[in-house]
């Protein structure tokens, strides 16, 4: 047999059983308040991560562009560029590759320009990645040398 007072607390505890529509709504501006506070933090990080890439991608293309150099003489030359990593060139008398597999693309899904001898390395070559507009010239272009006219 049950008294009054259990009945009360039963009839208490089942209206009490879910969410209101205006605590749910709540939860949903409180959670909207904060994707919009760290949304766009964690997006500038993500270009970061892209500019940093693209730099350690450029670092490993010199290292396989100098065992190339090392073995044959001369860095790739002509329109094949980077290509002449991949396959053999007919130039190239001690080639000993594929240096590569494949040649990347940017973190932004560009080619790599290449060009040898360099405009910038006179001495080299000059391996640029355009960045993250896309266009070839920006202060945003990831390249092997220094650039000062920023």
């Known amino acids: 047999m049950h008294t009054i007072k259990e009945n009360d607390s039963r009839k208490r505890h089942s209206r009490r059983g879910?969410?209101?529509?205006?605590?749910?709504?709540l939860v949903?501006?409180?959670?909207?308040?904060l994707a919009a506070i760290v949304v766009p933090k964690f997006a500038g990080r993500s270009e970061q991560a892209r500019i940093t890439a693209a730099q350690t991608?450029?670092?490993?293309?010199?290292?396989?562009?100098?065992?190339?150099?090392v073995d044959n003489g001369t860095y790739p030359k002509g329109n094949n560029g980077l290509q002449d990593l991949v396959e053999q060139p007919s130039y190239a008398r001690n080639w000993r590759g594929p240096y590569i597999e494949e040649i990347p693309l940017d973190p932004w899904g560009n080619a790599?320009?290449?060009?040898?001898?360099g405009k910038r390395n006179s001495q080299g070559f000059d391996?640029?990645?355009?960045?993250?507009?896309?266009?070839?010239?920006g202060d945003d272009d990831i390249t092997n040398y220094q650039q000062t006219d920023k």
Do not use: C, H, K, W
Request: hydrophobic content about 45%; charged content about 15%.
């Open 18 to 25: 879910g969410f209101t529509l205006v605590e749910m709504l």
């Open 28 to 33: 949903l501006v409180i959670l909207a308040t």
């Open 57 to 69: 991608q450029i670092s490993n293309l010199e290292i396989v562009l100098d065992s190339f150099e």
């Open 112 to 117: 790599y320009s290449y060009e040898y001898p």
């Open 127 to 137: 391996l640029v990645s355009m960045g993250p507009d896309g266009r070839s010239g």
